[in-house]
Structures are given as structure tokens and as C-alpha cells.
């Protein structure tokens, strides 16, 4: 995947490739470039709502956290998901989360 070249600072491996920790980092940083490239966002909003964001203050968090949050507020400053919708998503996936079996597919009619 070629990124833009203002492209934040990301974890990176060995071979100069994202490094994630879980399968949801990886995810988020898939749907952000998604979002981008069908022009949701230009990539200088996109690295403007995840500086703003880096340099909040607040909890100590990850910064795929931080990117995950950057992300939320500019698909609901773009009028795409209000934060209502996005609040009963989390909360719809962490009960599906809770009730799934250990090693079984998360689905969302579970919760």
C-alpha cells in the first residue's frame, strides 16, 4: 500500500511496513486510507484531526487509540456517522464481545 507522503509517524517494521498490535489497529488504519482515497477527507485533514488528537491531553492511551478516536470525530464532522451512532456501535460490540466464546468470531447479533 503506497501512502501520501505526509503520512503521520507510524510504528513501523524492519521492512519500513505499519506494525500492529492487534487485528482492530490494523483495521482502523485500513478504513482510514479507505476513507481517504474515496475522498472523505483530504490527507492534510486527516493529519490535522490525528496531531490535534496526539496532543491532547488525557489518558495515557496507544496511539491507535488516539488514531481511532481522530477517526470518529472526522466521520462525525463529515456528517457520515454521528457520535450517537458510533456510541451504540461500541457499545453494540462490546457486548457481542463479552458474549462470544473464547476463539469464536465476534457477531454482532451475539451482544
Known amino acids: 500500500m503506497t501512502l501520501p507522503e505526509e503520512t503521520p509517524a507510524l ?3 524492519e521492512d519500513g511496513g505499519p506494525v500492529f498490535a492487534a487485528p482492530w489497529e490494523a483495521r482502523v488504519f485500513a478504513m482510514t ?3 481517504h ?6 490527507w492534510s485533514e486527516w493529519t490535522e484531526a490525528l496531531g490535534a488528537e496526539l ?3 488525557g489518558d495515557e492511551v496507544g496511539y491507535y487509540d488516539r488514531w481511532l ?3 470518529e470525530k ?4 463529515k456528517g457520515v456517522a454521528a457520535a450517537g451512532q458510533l456510541d451504540g ?3 453494540a460490540w462490546n457486548r457481542a464481545a463479552r458474549a462470544t466464546p473464547h476463539g469464536q468470531p465476534i457477531e454482532l447479533e451475539r451482544g
Open 11 to 13: 510504528p513501523l517494521d
Open 33 to 35: 486510507v479507505a476513507a
Open 37 to 42: 482515497r474515496t475522498g472523505l477527507f483530504t
Open 55 to 57: 496532543a491532547s491531553d
Open 69 to 71: 478516536v481522530a477517526f
Open 74 to 77: 472526522l466521520l462525525s464532522e
Open 89 to 91: 456501535l461500541k457499545q
